[in-house]
């Protein structure tokens, strides 16, 4: 997707610990327009498959999910990593290890947003170790409903989590891969 590597290359920046920071239009500041963009090109990517719902994390991945959400026509559920008070009790629970954040957390679904007749796309920002996926894939699994595919905006092709998805046959489309970061520059596939 051109639009988003100029956004990255513009407005990106390479951090400690290959992190790529896209803070001003996709995890603080959000470009509406170029979200828009993204959600068409979900559209286009999962046109073939029946969706009921995407399934994203919170916090990045509500606003991508969201404006996707208006292409498929289909609500969104975000995992909640933060145990509220007003959680359903009745929860699928996933651990997952945050790369970012050097820690594992708790995701929880309400088992009231997840039923064995749910086709689910799950959408997120980044894909690095597929932590996050494999958590969100073992909610799907513990609700009996379908994986149709994963829609990832940015993934980092030199960490392993892409090649995991992919050997396990899942329909993992990523806008764009980005092969390294080369003194600080960014070098997509
Ligand atoms: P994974 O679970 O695939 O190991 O990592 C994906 C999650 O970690 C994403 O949800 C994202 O929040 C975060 N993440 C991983 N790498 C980066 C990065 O380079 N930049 C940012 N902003 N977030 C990242």
Same mark, same amino acid.
């Given at each position: 997707?051109?639009?988003?590597?100029?956004?990255? !290359?513009?407005?990106?920046?390479?951090?400690?610990?290959?992190?790529?920071?896209?803070?001003?239009? !996709?995890?603080?500041?959000?470009?509406?327009?170029?979200?828009?963009?993204?959600?068409?090109?979900?559209?286009?990517?999962?046109?073939?498959?029946?969706? &009921?719902?995407?399934?994203?994390?919170? &916090?990045?991945?509500?606003?991508? =999910?969201?404006?996707?959400?208006?292409?498929?026509?289909?609500?969104?559920?975000?995992?909640?990593?933060?145990? &509220?008070?007003?959680?359903?009790?009745?929860?699928?629970?996933?651990?997952?290890?945050?790369?970012?954040?050097?820690?594992?957390?708790?995701?929880?679904?309400?088992?009231?947003?997840?039923?064995?007749?749910?086709?689910?796309?799950?959408?997120?920002?980044?894909?690095?170790? =597929?932590?996050?996926?494999?958590?969100?894939?073992?909610?799907?699994?513990?609700?009996?409903? &379908? !994986?149709?595919?994963?829609?990832?905006?940015?993934?980092?092709?030199?960490?392993?989590?892409?090649?995991?998805?992919?050997?396990?046959?899942?329909?993992?489309?990523?806008?764009?891969?980005?092969?390294?970061?080369?003194?600080?520059?960014?070098?997509?596939?």
């Amino acid at each position: 997707m051109d639009l988003l590597k100029k956004k990255i !290359l513009e407005e990106g920046s390479v951090e400690e610990g290959d992190i790529l920071k896209v803070d001003s239009f !996709l995890n603080h500041q959000l470009d509406i327009a170029f979200l828009n963009e993204v959600g068409k090109e979900f559209k286009r990517l999962f046109d073939d498959r029946k969706i &009921t719902k995407i399934l994203t994390l919170e &916090t990045s991945g509500i606003a991508i =999910a969201s404006i996707a959400a208006q292409y498929f026509n289909v609500p969104v559920v975000f995992a909640k990593k933060i145990a &509220t008070k007003n959680l359903d009790r009745e929860t699928y629970e996933s651990d997952v290890y945050s790369y970012t954040k050097g820690r594992t957390y708790k995701i929880k679904v309400s088992k009231k947003y997840i039923k064995p007749d749910d086709h689910i796309l799950v959408v997120d920002d980044f894909l690095a170790n =597929a932590q996050a996926a494999l958590g969100l894939m073992d909610i799907i699994n513990k609700g009996g409903a &379908t !994986l149709e595919g994963i829609g990832i905006v940015i993934e980092k092709g030199f960490q392993d989590g892409g090649n995991l998805l992919r050997e396990q046959g899942i329909n993992l489309k990523s806008l764009v891969i980005i092969d390294s970061f080369e003194d600080g520059k960014v070098k997509f596939r």
